[in-house]
């Protein structure tokens, strides 16, 4: 069974003020006060400014993209993330931006490398957006992203 994400994750009112000037963006509320945004195929095509994908090493970050993030998280800390796994294998990528620039990362685990003493990408950057874990849990799991296997799940 496979498991990918591409979405842009920050504070609820935060992500939908930001994202009401894009038409192709559609929000799913996660835990702890958190919403994702899902890096569709039509909002991909919608905000990318025609150089293809970023430079910052993301799989689905449409170039230019991390322009408009760096300006949202004038309004709080905004994340990028990715992750993409099939049959326990896979690699994950996350960057934090805040008041304007990146605050974390861009970081990523390849496939086949153990996370960090730190945690994964994903639950690093969320750490960086305020989520707190229990015992036994990641911030990943604390926020719900394992209940979807696939981006488009969150908004169908």
Do not use: C, N
């Amino acid at each position: 069974m496979g498991y990918d994400l591409r979405a842009v994750v920050a504070e609820g009112e935060v992500l939908r003020s930001m994202a009401r000037d894009l038409p192709a963006a559609r929000l799913a509320s996660i835990g702890q006060g958190l919403a994702l945004m899902p890096m569709t195929d039509t909002l991909f095509a919608s905000v990318a400014d025609g150089s293809g994908v970023g430079t910052l090493g993301f799989w689905g970050l449409p170039g230019g993209f991390e322009k408009i993030l760096a300006a949202w998280s004038a309004g709080g800390p905004v994340a990028y993330v990715e992750a993409d796994y099939f049959g326990g294998v896979g690699e994950q990528r996350a960057a934090v931006w805040d008041g304007g620039t990146i605050g974390l990362g861009p970081l990523q685990v390849k496939a086949g490398q153990p996370f960090p003493p730190a945690g994964s990408p994903i639950s690093q950057a969320l750490r960086r957006l305020g989520v707190v874990a229990s015992a036994g849990e990641d911030e990943f799991s604390a926020v719900g992203l394992d209940r979807h296997r696939h981006g488009e799940a969150w908004i169908a």
